[in-house]
Nanobody
Framework: QVQLVESGGGLVQAGGSLRLSCAASGRTFSRDVMGWFRQAPGKEREFLAAMSWSGGSTYYADSVKGRYTISTDNAKNTVYLQMNSLKPEDTAVYYC????????????????WGQGTQVTVSS
């Protein structure tokens, strides 16, 4: 059974940084794609970044390009999201997800989801 467990969320001041982690287990992920999304209250789930385990290809939403960096540690089956220059509008629940298909920004094309971790950015 696939499990994705996020950690690293919390409260940070505007301009600060956080690194989220997502520990993955339950299958061999070498051919899969890992993504990060977020959802703020009253808003739709928003794609942030994705990365293939195997080739290291990455894909970012324009809204976070240059501020967020996705990376993986294959030995630990963990995917990270480094978030810099955080803004109050980055406040949301952040989710990691696994797609068995291809590099994509479409939430419906992800097959497994973590439970989410809250990120709050104060002004």
């Amino acid at each position: 059974q696939v499990q994705l467990v996020e950690s690293g969320g919390g409260l940070v001041q505007a301009g600060g940084s956080l690194r989220l982690s997502c520990a993955a287990s339950g299958r061999t992920f070498s051919r899969d794609v890992m993504g990060w999304f977020r959802q703020a209250p009253g808003k739709e789930r928003e794609f942030l970044a994705a990365m293939s385990w195997s080739g290291g290809s990455t894909y970012y939403a324009d809204s976070v390009k240059g501020r967020y960096t996705i990376s993986t540690d294959n030995a630990k089956n963990t995917v990270y999201l480094q978030m810099n220059s955080l803004k109050p509008e980055d406040t949301a629940v952040y989710y990691c997800a696994c797609s068995l298909r291809f590099l994509t920004s479409v939430a419906a094309q992800y097959d497994y989801w973590g439970q989410g971790t809250q990120v709050t950015v104060s002004s």
